[in-house]
T-cell receptor, first 112, second 111 residues
Framework: EAQVTQNPRYLITVTGKKLTVTCSQN?????MSWYRQDPGLGLRQIYY???????DKGDVPEGYKVSRKEKRNFPLILESPSPNQTSLYFC???????????FGPGTRLTVT | GQQVMQIPQYQHVQEGEDFTTYCNSS?????IQWYKQRPGGHPVFLIQ???SGEVKKQKRLTFQFGEAKKNSSLHITATQTTDVGTYFC???????????WGAGTKLIIKP
């Protein structure tokens, strides 16, 4: 089954404790990205990757890091989480950044 | 900067009434995509329109892409409880650019 997986689905953590949210796709997609979703603000792109070892900032990259060492995986790293990073996070993949995006199930992060 | 305005933010309807959401872009888009996010779920791709003035239908859903390729609409006829969720539009200014997302319209069925 074609899918994008994310882990964990829910995470409660404390300020400053480094965390990683994993994302994996099995569709051989070149393009992957991370979004955060906050009430009333829709989907805002954090980082994206056009291919392995190629990443770039989206609209709200501050406080986040990513890496793309393999085509299928695109982890999101929060080196020192803060409460304003409490949000719902989605990973997405596609053949091309301008076309149909496949989303993972989401990770709800709470930073206290 | 480039942005897509989507209205309304919420729409409350009685089951059986129609629903419409509108997207207006500050720039010409090479395509417009529509996604649906059910409560507690993730956005799911519904459709893509590419041509100026294009109209596509999926059962009770009608999607339009404006002549100038700067606006789009989604119309649902005779809403059902299964239509509940948030509808997003998104489109790239050109095929070599990221998608720009509308903020979404939440469809709520009145009890």
């Amino acid at each position: 089954e074609a899918q994008v997986t994310q882990n964990p689905r829910y995470l409660i953590t404390v300020t400053g404790k480094k965390l990683t949210v994993t994302c994996s796709q099995n569709m051989n997609h070149e393009y992957m990205s991370w979004y955060r979703q906050d009430p009333g603000l829709g989907l805002r792109q954090i980082y994206y990757s056009m291919n392995v070892e190629v990443t770039d900032k989206g609209d709200v990259p501050e406080g986040y890091k990513v890496s793309r060492k393999e085509k299928r995986n695109f982890p999101l790293i929060l080196e020192s989480p803060s409460p304003n990073q409490t949000s719902l996070y989605f990973c997405a993949s596609s053949q091309n950044r301008a076309y149909e995006q496949y989303f993972g199930p989401g990770t709800r992060l709470t930073v206290t | 900067g480039q942005q897509v305005m989507q209205i309304p933010q919420y729409q409350h309807v009685q089951e059986g009434e129609d629903f419409t959401t509108y997207c207006n872009s500050s720039t010409t888009l090479s395509n417009i995509q529509w996604y649906k996010q059910r409560p507690g779920g993730h956005p799911v791709f519904l459709i893509q329109l590419v041509k100026s003035g294009e109209v596509k239908k999926q059962k009770r859903l009608t999607f339009q892409f404006g002549e100038a390729k700067k606006n789009s609409s989604l119309h649902i006829t005779a809403t059902q409880t299964t239509d509940v969720g948030t509808y997003f539009c998104a489109g790239p200014p050109d095929s070599n650019y990221q998608l720009i997302w509308g903020a979404g319209t939440k469809l709520i069925i009145k009890p």
